[in-house]
Nanobody, 118 residues
Framework: QVQLVESGGGLVQPGGSLRLSCVAS????????MSWYRQPPGKERELVAT???????????SYADSVKGRFTISRDNAKNTVYLQMNSLKPEDTAVYLC????????WGQGTQVTVSS
């Protein structure tokens, strides 16, 4: 049974930091590229960051322009976990953040809420 379980969301003030985690199970995590998406309230889902497999690829990363220089995606294959370190958070980063496994079928987590507000 495939599972992606996100955690680490919450309420943070502008300029603050959060680290999101996504623990995967039920598929060969280390060979799958992984992404974080977000869905702001009333808006469409958007791609935030992607990290490729370190086994089948280079472990390279890519980011949406809106988060470059502030967010960092990483993975720990031993823990079947992908992370999203978010620094210098802005109110416009408020969204539900979702983990996505980029295999042929595509798997989504349930999401974790991030709210940036003073």
């Amino acid at each position: 049974q495939v599972q992606l379980v996100e955690s680490g969301g919450g309420l943070v003030q502008p300029g603050g930091s959060l680290r999101l985690s996504c623990v995967a199970s039920g598929f060969p995590f280390k060979i799958i590229d992984m992404s974080w998406y977000r869905q702001p309230p009333g808006k469409e889902r958007e791609l935030v960051a992607t990290i490729t497999s370190t086994i089948t690829s280079t472990g390279g990363t890519s980011y949406a322009d809106s988060v470059k220089g502030r967010f960092t995606i990483s993975r720990d294959n031993a823990k079947n976990t992908v992370y999203l370190q978010m620094n210098s958070l802005k109110p416009e980063d408020t969204a539900v953040y979702l983990c996505f496994a980029r295999n042929r079928r595509g798997y989504w987590g349930q999401g974790t809420q991030v709210t940036v507000s003073s």
